[in-house]
C-alpha cells in the first residue's frame, strides 16, 4: 500500500521557497518556530532557574510515571524538559535514542519541537511529521504543555512522544492534566499558612487556581491560573487586598469555620468561590480541610517529630487548628 505523503512536507518546501502559506494551513506556533529558524533566532532558553530543578523533578516524577502508565499502550514515551530544554526524566518505551535524561532538545538544537512551543507560548503545543524541524524527529508525533511554578513562571515543559502520525487530540487532556497535577504538587511545597483554591461561585473549583498566604494575608504565591483568573500580570501582588474586595484577617477568620469555603469578590468585581487546600505530605492533589483525615494529621505529626506547629505548616493550617481537630472524637 503506497504511503500518503505528509502535506505539511509541501508546505515547508513552499516556506523555505519564500511563498505564503495559505491561512489556517499550519498552526501558528510551528509557523513562528519556522520563522524564527528561518532567521537564525531560535527560541532563546528562558532564565534558568536551577535551584528549583530539584523541587520540579520531585513534584514531576511520580506523574510523568503515573502518564506513562497511562500512554505507553499507545506508543508514547514521557519526558519531563526544564526551560533550556534539558529532559530531567522520563519513562516508557524507548522511542529514540536521543530522548535520555540529560538529552538536549531545545529549538537551536533540534529545530521546531513541541517542548520549546509550549515554553514560549504559554500553552499546551502539538508538533508532528515534517513540522518538526530536525529529518530524524520527522517520524515522530509530539504533545507537550508548559509547567508552572507556584508564581506562575514557566519552569519545564511535560511532553509525550512516539513514532507515526498525529492522533486524537485525548492525549494532549491527559499531557495537560499531568502537567497541572505537577503544578499542585509544587504548591504543595510552599511553605504557607494557608494556600486558597479559587473558582466560580456556586461550582466545582476548575480553574486550577491558587494563592498561598501567610498568617497576616501577604501573598507568598500566585499560580499560573489565579493570576488568568484575577488578571494579574507580571509581578506579585504584596497582600491578599490588593487581589479581592475582603479585608484578609476577618474574611480568613471566617473562612476557617467554613470547610466548604466562602464567596469572595475580586477587586474586578468577580464573584469567587474560595477554600482551603491542604497538600499531602508527599505533595499529592491537596484536599479539603474538610477532608483532612485523623490519620493523615497524625502522620504529620509523626514526621515532624512531634512538633505541633512543624505539623501544621506541613498540613497548611493553624496550630489551633491541628490541636482542636485532634481533639475531636
Known amino acids: 500500500m503506497r504511503k500518503t505523503p505528509d502535506p505539511t512536507t509541501g508546505l515547508r518546501r513552499r516556506f523555505l521557497a519564500g511563498e ?27 532564565r534558568s532557574l536551577s535551584p528549583v530543578l530539584f523541587q520540579l523533578r520531585e513534584a514531576a516524577e ?4 503515573r502518564l506513562a502508565h497511562t500512554a505507553s499502550g499507545a506508543g508514547y514515551t514521557t519526558l519531563l524538559t526544564d526551560v533550556q530544554g534539558v529532559v530531567l526524566c522520563r519513562a516508557g518505551p524507548p522511542v529514540d535514542g536521543a530522548l ?14 513541541a517542548m520549546t512551543n509550549a515554553l514560549v507560548e504559554a500553552r499546551p503545543a502539538r508538533v508532528s511529521g515534517a513540522e518538526h524541524g530536525q529529518p530524524s524527529w520527522q517520524r515522530l508525533d509530539c504533545l507537550a504543555a508548559p509547567v508552572f511554578d507556584p508564581c506562575g513562571n514557566a519552569i519545564g515543559a511535560l511532553a509525550i512522544v512516539r513514532t ?21 504538587r509544587l504548591v504543595g511545597q510552599v511553605q504557607a499558612h494557608l494556600t486558597l483554591e479559587l473558582g466560580l461561585a456556586q461550582a466545582p473549583p476548575g480553574a486550577m487556581a491558587w494563592v498561598c498566604l501567610d498568617a497576616g494575608g501577604a501573598v507568598l504565591a ?36 467554613a470547610p466548604d469555603g466562602l464567596a469572595l469578590r475580586s477587586r474586578d468585581g468577580l464573584l469567587l468561590w474560595a477554600r482551603v487546600l491542604v497538600p499531602t505530605l508527599d505533595g499529592a492533589p491537596a484536599r479539603t480541610l474538610a477532608a483532612l483525615s485523623q490519620d493523615a494529621m497524625i ?10 506547629s512543624a505539623a501544621a505548616r506541613q498540613l497548611g493550617i493553624s496550630r489551633a487548628t491541628l490541636y482542636r481537630r485532634l481533639k475531636r472524637p
Open 20 to 46: 505564503a502559506l495559505p491561512s489556517g494551513s499550519l498552526d501558528d506556533a510551528v509557523l513562528r518556530s519556522w520563522q524564527r529558524l528561518r532567521e537564525g533566532a531560535p527560541a532563546r532558553p528562558l
Open 164 to 184: 507515526g502520525g498525529a492522533g486524537g487530540l485525548a492525549p494532549m487532556a491527559l499531557v495537560v492534566a499531568a502537567a497541572q497535577a505537577i503544578e499542585r
Open 299 to 308: 502522620q504529620a505529626l509523626a514526621h515532624a517529630h512531634g512538633n505541633v
Open 62 to 65: 511520580p506523574e510523568v510515571e
Open 100 to 113: 535520555q535524561v540529560g538529552a538536549d532538545v531545545s529549538e537551536a538544537r533540534i529545530g521546531t519541537n
Open 222 to 257: 500566585l499560580n499560573h491560573g489565579a493570576r488568568h483568573l484575577l488578571g494579574w500580570g507580571a509581578g506579585r501582588p504584596d497582600r491578599f487586598e490588593d487581589l479581592f474586595e475582603a479585608r484578609a484577617r476577618p474574611w480568613l477568620a471566617r473562612l476557617r469555620q
